[in-house]
């Protein structure tokens, strides 16, 4: 409803028609009326819908205040769709800007109305890029010639405004950012694979029916008292708390597996051994340092500046990068430039590569077995 205000108050400002408060206000407090009041939910114990109505008003009268009558720089668009092609994929994107438009010192702002509490920590805060920036793709998709443009998002709710002026290297590595979370996405759909995510929000959503997470419980609840159906949920849960006491149980011994191999590699080391022979066999400790690249678990910035390295050199032929074949293929045997091999120097790591086997000694009694 605050959205729609302002889009008004800016395209009759464009017009040089200034749209009046109280017109705004009562237009604002008119779209409240529209929904079924019992149907909103508020996500706060404190607070009711008429909360959330009051400051969306308040919102609009200082940004109203401050701003009005609404005509500053060329207006581009407000609500203005966009849709365009990420660099480098085959991948639509649709962004949806609140307002474009060009200031008189020919500097292009794209800016985005946020009513919440939560100011960003700045133009690098994630947040913040990952939507602004997409944004500024979009924008340059159709208008190539606009080379100055400074993302703005405008907290009405602290009467703030956050800019930021993205450099086009970190256009280039969103854009890489992007491309991975797409893939990500495809690959997670060819694998039927997203894993649920509750959050207190669950609570206030009506597809509890169509959630892995919530459904048991709600059947349990919906079928307390019907002894034929009750039995089946109730083994069900039964199931669970056995499958949780097992987890922890496998937990607890593979977390006492991998300390002791800890202390048989450090032993092996301090003795110079590569192997420690016991009463029912011996275990062989097998080492070794080797090359790797950055994973994306390991450190994902880093992740994304090496894919795209590699992208610019046409080194992969698919849409993810494969850094077990970039060192195999073209570090180690070293088919690059020098100066492309610095380059990716910085992206290597070092691991020790420890093995660690168990040979169990068999006694005539265990060959007749």
């Known amino acids: 409803a605050v959205h729609r205000q302002l889009a008004k108050a800016y395209s009759l400002g464009a017009e040089g028609v200034l749209y009046p ?3 705004m206000i009562a237009t604002y407090r008119s779209e409240w009326e529209k929904p079924d009041r019992e149907r909103i939910a508020v996500g706060n114990e ?47 994107f649709m962004t949806v800007i609140d307002r474009l438009w060009k200031g008189d010192d020919e500097v292009v702002e794209i800016c985005d109305y946020k009513t919440g509490k939560n100011l960003p920590l700045g133009g690098t805060d994630k ?35 956050i ?65 034929e159906e009750r039995i089946t949920m109730e083994s069900a849960a039964g199931l669970a708390d056995q499958y949780i006491e097992m987890d922890s149980e496998l937990k607890r011994t593979k977390a006492e597996h991998a300390a002791l191999k800890d202390d048989i590699v450090r032993a092996a080391r301090e003795l110079g051994l590569g192997k420690l022979v016991g009463s029912a066999g011996e275990v ?47 570090y180690r045997p070293e088919r690059l430039t020098p100066e492309q091999l610095e380059q990716l120097k910085k992206f290597v790591i070092e691991k020790d590569r420890t093995r660690v086997t168990v040979r169990r000694f068999t006694g005539p009694d265990d060959d007749e077995l």
């Open 21 to 23: 408060l109280d017109d």
């Open 46 to 92: 404190y607070l009711t819908v008429d909360d959330y109505i009051r400051n969306g008003e308040e919102m609009l009268k200082r940004h109203y205040e401050q701003y009005q009558p609404f005509d500053q720089g060329k207006l581009l668009g407000v609500e203005r769709k966009i849709r365009f092609q990420l660099p480098g994929t085959r991948f639509q």
């Open 127 to 161: 947040t913040f890029s990952h939507q602004m920036g997409l944004y500024q793709l979009a924008v340059q998709s159709v208008y190539p010639q606009f080379d100055r443009i400074d993302l703005a998002q405008y907290f009405l709710r602290h009467n703030e405004v």
């Open 163 to 227: 800019r930021y002026r993205m450099s086009p290297d970190e256009l280039d590595e969103l854009s890489e950012k992007l491309r991975q979370e797409v893939m990500a996405t495809v690959y997670a759909e060819r694998k039927d694979d997203f894993p649920t995510r509750e959050t207190g929000r669950c609570n206030y959503c009506e597809y509890f029916h169509l959630c892995p997470a919530k459904r048991h419980r709600l059947a349990l609840e919906r079928e307390e008292g019907s002894d």
């Open 284 to 330: 062989v400790i097998r080492g070794k340092r080797e090359e790797e690249f950055v994973t994306k678990t390991a450190d994902a910035d880093a992740f994304v500046r090496l894919s795209q390295l590699v992208r610019d050199w046409h080194l992969d032929e698919c849409l993810t990068l494969d850094a077990k074949a970039l060192m195999k293929d073209f």
